[in-house]
Nanobody, 124 residues
Framework: QVKLVESGGGTVQAGDSLRLSCAAS????????MGWFRQAPGKERDCVAA????????YYADSVLGRFTISEDNAKNTVYLQMNSMKHEDTAVYYC?????????????????WGKGTQVTDSS
């Protein structure tokens, strides 16, 4: 049974940093591309970052480019999202997703497994 479990969400202020983690189990982690999506209240779920299964290719949404970094640790079956210089508009539920493909994708329907999400809230 495949499970993706996100952690690290919380309440932040503008300018803060936060690191999200997504622990995967039940799959061969090194053979999955991974993505981080987020959904703000009243909005669609969008991809903010993605990484290919080799780790050699990454994608960032324009809104987070230069502030967020996606990385992975194959030994721990974990993918991370380091979020720096956070803004009010980063408030959302953040989801981790996995796809059984070598490449990365920004499309929800190209991912095979999803976590339940972790909430990031602006304290202001």
């Amino acid at each position: 049974q495949v499970k993706l479990v996100e952690s690290g969400g919380g309440t932040v202020q503008a300018g803060d940093s936060l690191r999200l983690s997504c622990a995967a189990s039940g799959l061969t982690f090194s053979r999955y591309g991974m993505g981080w999506f987020r959904q703000a209240p009243g909005k669609e779920r969008d991809c903010v970052a993605a990484i290919s299964w080799s780790g050699g290719n990454t994608y960032y949404a324009d809104s987070v480019l230069g502030r967020f970094t996606i990385s992975e640790d194959n030994a721990k079956n974990t993918v991370y999202l380091q979020m720096n210089s956070m803004k009010h508009e980063d408030t959302a539920v953040y989801y981790c997703a996995a796809r059984a493909h070598w490449g990365l994708s920004t499309k929800e329907d190209e991912y095979d497994y999803w976590g339940k999400g972790t909430q990031v809230t602006d304290s202001s």
